[in-house]
T-cell receptor, first 109, second 116 residues
Framework: GQNIDQPTEMTATEGAIVQINCTYQTSGFNGLFWYQQHAGEAPTFLSY??LDGLEEKGRFSSFLSRSKGYSYLLLKELQMKDSASYLCAVTDSNYQLIWGAGTKLIIKP | GAVVSQHPSRVICKSGTSVKIECRSL??????MFWYRQFPKQSLMLMAT?????????EQGVEKDKFLINHASLTLSTLTVTSAHPEDSSFYIC????????????FGPGTRLTVT
């Protein structure tokens, strides 16, 4: 079966750095997405990785290791507005998005 | 660019009635649209995939006669929840994609359905 695992909840302090991990087992791989979702709102796109390595975009970076079936999202200089759920999603061989359950990130002052 | 709208944003209906939710791609033509449902504190669950001009493909466990999907044009898809029941209360989100392969899915803002 297809499976994506990420922690259910994480807590971090404003101004700090947090890393949200995602491991996946899917039928084929055509890329991994990270989305941010605030409560009551639709997901918004953060990043896309299809090759191994680190993609940096401002305060957010995303890393992928295809051989390990592993990705992480790194958030630097945390702000209160970063409190949200972070969803990891993998595109399988049929280009269908397989979603993780999401990691709820709580930022404390 | 790449804006997807949904209407209505919130709807309350009585048990047994039907509700239609519209999903529009405002500035691009979406060959494929997706309908998701999300219950509180759970992840997105794909309900169906629809391609313009063809019948929707429903995920296992989703009743196609209850959740009617019409993708009549490259910019509009509708989801009709027929004979709604309180257990259908959920957050319904559509997304749209151009072409196949890697193309980012653009999400609508979602519709909160409450069935009383």
């Amino acid at each position: 079966g297809q499976n994506i695992d990420q922690p259910t909840e994480m807590t971090a302090t404003e101004g700090a750095i947090v890393q949200i991990n995602c491991t996946y087992q899917t039928s084929g791989f055509n890329g991994l997405f990270w989305y941010q979702q605030h409560a009551g709102e639709a997901p918004t796109f953060l990043s896309y990785n299809v090759l191994d390595g680190l993609e940096e975009k401002g305060r957010f970076s995303s890393f992928l290791s295809r051989s390990k079936g592993y990705s992480y999202l790194l958030l630097k200089e945390l702000q209160m507005k970063d409190s949200a759920s972070y969803l990891c999603a993998v595109t399988d061989s049929n280009y269908q998005l397989i979603w993780g359950a999401g990691t709820k990130l709580i930022i404390k002052p | 660019g790449a804006v997807v709208s949904q209407h209505p944003s919130r709807v309350i209906c009585k048990s047994g009635t039907s509700v239609k939710i519209e999903c529009r791609s405002l500035d691009f033509q979406a060959t494929t649209m997706f309908w998701y449902r999300q219950f509180p504190k759970q992840s997105l669950m794909l309900m169906a995939t629809s391609n313009e001009g063809s019948k929707a493909t429903y995920e296992q466990g989703v009743e196609k006669d209850k959740f009617l999907i019409n993708h009549a044009s490259l910019t509009l898809s509708t989801l009709t929840v027929t004979s709604a029941h309180p257990e259908d209360s959920s957050f319904y989100i559509c997304s749209a994609r151009v072409g196949t392969g890697f193309y980012e899915q653009y999400f609508g803002p979602g519709t909160r359905l409450t069935v009383t």
